[in-house]
């Protein structure tokens, strides 16, 4: 009998449960944490009143972590153990991080990194000891913890983190991660562009195809969503994990040392306060036509003509990958209805001049472009925790790029192509290729390419246990699961037994934006190539197929050929292999045929022969009642 609780008359009814949780951008060179507070998100404050987090950790001997402003006052003195921009080195190792060169020019100039990290994981040497990337982006993330609770009076029970939008599985994985290593519960990674078509799809009446432009200071990202009745789907998406406004500082403090007559600067001091003068000069010029700089002995004046001049290379590869996403979306630049920008770079007018001429329209700004992700999130999490109903909004994001299987000649099998709408779960069958075949291997693979050498690897793993079969018997089922923060899981299971291999796919270093424009643009150079590559590569394992069957046969049931029929079906395996080895596809088909007209006799033979062996001694009775 279940008991009902009846209210006092005249009471007021209870307050529902207000779950706390919060959203966290976690960005390059500054964090945010945003939650919600009397029907609206804000972001929250620190003690002094100031919303943004520099993401910089300052490690002294002997003492706790000093992380925002604090540790940010410490990089002109103690810049060796000022910890700045560890986003980008996220699920990297320290050779991917050594050979981007310029992309981490701050990290390769200030840091001494430990060389016999294991694995390759990086690890910065610092007065506290060795640090990683995890471990930096967890003091930062703590910080941020700290400050919500404070401010919510409570602890915190979830929390949704932004993540660039081509992070991939690594990057991903070390961000959950270090938010495990402060105890923080994820509830979901969130892409930045994402994030911020939430704020402002809640926020606005906008509806329509709008591009989410999403500069940081050490990631870019370009998203096009189409806003329709509260629905947020992302049509395409692109980007560079190596590309932001730090970049745009690195092309005025290379202007003031060439100005300067200034050599390469090793010195981790003069570095640090080279970069305060050109992070100083990009934000005058915001506003003033012209700024003076002055560093070392040398002054000069740069104008914002000449800005525009410096940093015309990395314009054009914003405005590139734009042009890719909407071409991607097989769009024009004319169906855009609105641009958002997002991401504290975007103030530079450089970028908003160069946005509002590609699209032919200004770009809206009416959220702080700082803020605006940390919103998205904090509305994200709001929902994800159970104060507000899931339906209030649906939110669907994509894979960037394809993911499959090598199958036998190199093939690649796309499971789930590139700009499926995540998460998503596909399956596919399979089957053995060699007769008594007890284990298989299985080859993980993203791109857009046909063949196996032009993608790139991600995991392997191998499913033992299946039972002997004859070639083509056994039944193995492959499903591909990536979930809501794009992370991918792969499953084999031999369907007769049950037998199940998996894995999570973790790789140990991530894509940059030109290796994914490389894998792009390369499928698109080579379809052509590529569809007669795998022609040949079907066609010559069809044939190969036939060879070992065959060859089987014959070694079985040889006695059943007449000499005649042993020289036909043996001049006809001749020519398949050869072929096979040199032919196009078209002729290795037309061989595979003839192999297959020349043996037909002798395998109609063998089946009428298998088949009495197997039916002798019972009886038409016995058969039928076998197959009711």
């Given at each position: 009998m279940a008991l009902l609780q009846i209210s006092e008359p005249g009471s007021k009814p209870a307050k529902p449960l207000h779950r706390l949780a919060v959203g966290i951008d976690l960005g390059t060179t500054n964090s945010l944490v945003a939650a919600s507070s009397a029907g609206a998100v804000e972001i929250l404050a620190d003690d002094e009143g100031s919303h943004l987090l520099p993401s910089?950790?300052?490690?002294?001997?002997?003492?706790?972590?000093?992380?925002?402003?604090?540790?940010?006052?410490?990089?002109?003195?103690?810049?060796?153990?000022?910890?700045?921009?560890?986003?980008?080195?996220?699920?990297?190792?320290?050779?991917?991080?050594?050979?981007?060169?310029?992309a981490n020019k701050a990290a390769t100039s200030l840091y001494q990194f430990d060389q016999n990290s294991r694995d390759g994981v990086p690890q910065i040497l610092t007065a506290a000891g060795l640090k990683s990337?995890?471990?930096?982006?967890?003091?930062?993330?703590?910080?941020?913890?700290?400050?919500?609770?404070?401010?919510?009076?409570?602890?915190?029970?979830?929390?949704?983190?932004?993540?660039?939008?081509?992070?991939?599985?690594a990057q991903r994985q070390q961000t959950k991660e270090a938010a495990k290593?402060?105890?923080?519960?994820?509830?979901?990674?969130?892409?930045?562009?994402?994030?911020?078509?939430?704020?402002?799809?809640?926020?606005?009446?906008?509806?329509?195809?709008?591009?989410?432009?999403?500069?940081?200071?050490?990631?870019?990202?370009?998203?096009?969503?189409?806003?329709?009745?509260?629905?947020?789907?992302?049509?395409?998406?692109?980007?560079?994990?190596?590309?932001?406004?730090?970049?745009?500082?690195?092309?005025?403090?290379?202007?003031?040392?060439?100005?300067?007559?200034?050599?390469?600067?090793?010195?981790?001091?003069s570095f640090a306060r080279l970069r305060n003068a050109a992070i100083a000069a990009k934000h005058s010029l915001t506003e003033a036509d012209i700024v003076e700089i002055n560093f070392e002995n040398w002054q000069g004046a740069l104008s914002r003509a000449q800005f525009i001049e410096l940093s015309a290379e990395l314009v054009k590869r914003i405005i590139n990958t734009c042009r890719r996403v909407i071409r991607d979306a097989s769009i024009s630049v004319d169906e855009i209805d609105n641009i958002v920008l997002v991401g504290g770079a975007t103030r530079m007018l450089v970028i908003r001049e160069a946005v509002a001429e590609f699209f032919g329209k200004p770009a809206l700004a009416e959220i702080d472009p700082d803020k605006v992700v940390a919103i998205g999130a904090g509305i994200q999490a709001d929902v994800l925790i159970g104060n507000k109903p899931a339906n209030d909004f649906l939110l669907l994001d994509v894979n960037p790029l394809s993911l499959g299987i090598e199958t036998m000649g190199e093939l690649v099998e796309k499971i789930i192509p590139r700009n499926t709408t995540i998460p998503v779960a596909r399956d596919q069958e399979f089957t053995t290729f060699k007769e008594g075949q007890t284990a298989m291997s299985f080859h993980v693979v993203q791109g857009e390419r046909e063949l196996v050498s032009d993608c790139r690897s991600l995991a392997r793993f191998e499913l033992r246990g299946i039972p002997p079969m004859?070639?083509?018997?056994?039944?193995?089922?492959?499903?591909?699961?990536?979930?809501?923060?794009?992370?991918?899981?792969?499953?084999?299971?031999?369907?007769?037994?049950?037998?199940?291999?998996?894995?999570?796919?973790?790789?140990?270093?991530?894509?940059?934006?030109?290796?994914?424009?490389?894998?792009?643009?390369?499928?698109?150079?080579?379809?052509?190539?590529?569809?007669?590559?795998?022609?040949?590569?079907?066609?010559?394992?069809?044939?190969?197929?036939?060879?070992?069957?065959?060859a089987s046969a014959v070694e079985i049931d040889g006695d059943l050929l007449d000499e005649s029929e042993s020289l036909l079906i043996k001049a006809a395996i001749e020519k398949l292999e050869r072929a096979n080895t040199e032919g196009d596809s078209s002729e290795i088909r037309v061989l595979t045929e003839d192999l297959n007209r020349v043996s037909g006799n002798f395998a109609a033979r063998r089946m009428d022969l298998h088949i009495g062996a197997a039916l002798r001694g019972e009886s038409i009775d016995m058969i039928e009642s076998s197959s009711d």
């Open positions: 910089v950790v300052h490690y002294p001997a002997g003492l706790e972590p000093v992380v925002g402003q604090d540790a940010l006052d410490q990089l002109t003195i103690d810049p060796a153990n000022t910890i700045i921009s560890a986003k980008r080195m996220l699920g990297k190792n320290l050779l991917d991080i050594q050979a981007e060169g310029d990337p995890v471990q930096i982006s967890a003091d930062i993330l703590g910080t941020l913890a700290s400050r919500a609770e404070s401010v919510l009076g409570g602890k915190l029970e979830g929390v949704v983190i932004t993540v660039p939008a081509y992070f991939n599985d290593l402060v105890g923080l519960n994820v509830l979901r990674l969130l892409n930045e562009p994402t994030a911020a078509a939430v704020a402002y799809g809640l926020d606005t009446n906008d509806q329509g195809r709008i591009i989410i432009f999403d500069l940081g200071g050490g990631t870019f990202d370009v998203s096009l969503l189409s806003l329709q009745r509260g629905v947020f789907e992302v049509l395409s998406t692109g980007g560079d994990t190596n590309l932001g406004g730090d970049d745009f500082d690195r092309v005025i403090m290379d202007w003031i040392c060439s100005e300067a007559g200034l050599d390469q600067i090793t010195d981790s001091k004859v070639a083509g018997a056994a039944k193995i089922r492959v499903k591909f699961q990536v979930d809501a923060d794009g992370l991918l899981s792969v499953s084999a299971e031999e369907l007769s037994t049950g037998m199940i291999a998996e894995i999570q796919v973790k790789p140990s270093f991530g894509l940059n934006a030109d290796a994914i424009e490389e894998m792009l643009q390369s499928s698109q150079e080579n379809a052509l190539a590529d569809m007669e590559a795998r022609s040949i590569g079907e066609a010559r394992l069809e044939a190969q197929q036939l060879i070992d069957a065959l």
